[in-house]
């Protein structure tokens, strides 16, 4: 994983190689069985351009409750780009964080695939933010190589 130094005080980059093919990492994206192997518990999703998603984790002993995402696909181009709002909303709390995600998909070879994340959001103008982000999603790739690779 590297960090893209260049990034705003208001987004977070994000790039990994993960060793399969562009083809498998989009679908990693955007196919709900394998989805809910790695990023959520139960996921709904309409995958073309103006569709919606919704996923929804179910805490655990630090932060109980259902924990649900959702939101739109603002652009989706097979194998290549998706563009994505990402609205969260926590157990008993009303308010929602919003971000937008973009993610694009470079086939480095036929076995390797470049992704680049960028989260978007005012929250992540508090660098606490930006570094939860950051673990996060860099955990969350983590699990998707080992389950892809």
Do not use: C
Not at 3 to 32: C, G, H, K, N, Q
Request: hydrophobic residues 40%.
């Amino acid at each position: 994983m590297t960090l893209d130094p260049t990034e705003s005080e208001s987004e977070i980059t994000l790039t990994r190689t993960i060793d399969a093919p562009v083809e498998d990492i989009f679908a990693a994206w955007t196919d709900p069985a394998i989805l809910e192997q790695w990023q959520a518990d139960e996921v709904e999703v309409e995958p073309f351009t103006g569709g919606h998603y919704r996923y929804t984790i179910e805490g655990d002993e630090e932060t109980p409750g259902e924990h649900v995402i959702k939101g739109e696909y603002l652009i989706f181009e097979e194998n290549q780009r998706l563009s994505m709002s990402w609205i969260y909303t926590a157990p008993g709390d009303e308010n929602e964080t919003i971000f937008v995600l973009d993610i694009t998909f470079r086939g480095v070879d036929d076995a390797r695939t470049e992704i680049k994340l960028v989260e978007r959001g005012a929250s992540h103008a508090d660098p606490e933010s930006r570094i939860f982000s950051m673990e996060a999603w860099d955990s969350a790739l983590a699990h998707l190589a080992d389950l892809i690779e």
